[in-house]
């Protein structure tokens, strides 16, 4: 069984190694001790969808939390992410786009590495926009894709150009897609284009400014169609990234909230859209009781 694998000869010498965005430090807190028995890494936009999910979960694998203790968010103090562990499960907020992304990545993973976790696996339970997707069906990662349709996540080192590929496992989305089967809603496996911007990096006509037409958009929008996009975020070229670099299994999977070839702005009502959100978190929660063998 693989450890989750940092690649950083400067990590050794470190007396500390503060995890700042975290709130947690090699130091202060006995690593091994509070993690090293996470399994599942779930991440997802938003604290408070993390808090949901972690009781969700809580219920699923019948956790008990020990006499004396309640649900915490251990990431309080940074005031920046939310994290929760539930057993073998931690639930993380990673915020929206690629930077908040990849500064949680970088820290969830040397945490993992620190704490001696056996094999996580991480999934990124999120949102959408669907190309000739509805929504409220869900759309699970066949290869993430950049904007100029890589399967890589760019980044900028010391002044140039790096890129890492995308990957994610083929195991794990098969074994989500029988459990899709069972669910009252509709899975589908694509190609998941992820940009920098939600307006008019996705071709939105509904920004602050847009100087490209309707016409223009729905070229582009059937272009994705025809190329096998089935949906467009914001984290998942660095989500798949930085987990397979990391030697970690890992997976995506988001309900749609619009349709783009029908429109632009996300209409649905607060309940239904709480309904929808729901729908990744019963995936990852059907695999992970698959793993832990609870019916
Ligand atoms: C999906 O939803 C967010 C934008 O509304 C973004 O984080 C994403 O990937
Ligand atoms: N999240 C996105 O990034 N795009 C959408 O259209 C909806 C949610």
Redesign the pocket.
């Known amino acids: 069984m693989a450890l989750a694998q940092t690649n950083n000869p400067y990590l050794e010498a470190m007396e500390e190694d503060v995890l700042y965005h975290l709130g947690l430090s090699t130091s202060t807190h006995d690593l091994a001790a509070m993690f090293g028995d996470i399994r599942f890494v779930c991440m997802g936009?938003t604290p408070q969808r993390m808090e949901n999910f972690a009781k969700f979960i809580m219920k699923e694998i019948d956790h008990v939390l020990q006499p004396g203790t309640c649900l915490q968010d251990i990431s309080r103090h940074s005031h920046r992410y939310a994290m929760f562990k539930v057993g073998p499960v931690l639930c993380i907020s990673h915020g929206?786009?690629v930077p908040s992304m990849s500064i949680v990545l970088h820290e969830v993973i040397k945490l993992l590495s620190h704490a001696k976790a056996r094999d996580p696996v991480f999934f990124r339970l999120?949102?959408?926009g669907g190309v000739d997707v509805d929504p409220g069906n869900v759309v699970i990662t066949e290869e993430a894709l950049d904007g100029l349709l890589r399967p890589v996540f760019e980044n900028i080192i010391l002044g140039k150009i790096v890129q890492r590929p995308t990957q994610v496992d083929p195991m794990v989305i098969e074994s989500l897609m029988k459990l899709g089967e069972k669910m009252k809603f509709t899975t589908v496996t694509g190609r998941t284009l992820c940009t920098n911007d939600?307006y008019e990096g996705q071709g939105r006509v509904d920004g602050a400014f847009c100087n490209y037409t309707k016409e223009d958009k729905m070229e582009y929008m059937n272009h994705l169609k025809q190329v096998g996009v089935k949906n467009i975020?914001?984290?998942s070229t660095c989500f798949t990234a930085m987990t397979h670099m990391a030697k970690c299994r890992s997976a995506v999977i988001c309900v749609v909230l619009v349709n783009r070839l029908c429109g632009d702005q996300i209409l649905a009502t607060k309940e239904t859209m709480i309904e929808w959100q729901n729908r990744p978190q019963q995936l990852v929660a059907a695999y992970i009781k698959q793993q832990l063998k609870i019916e």
């Open positions: 936009g929206m786009g999120g949102t959408c939600f975020e914001m984290e």
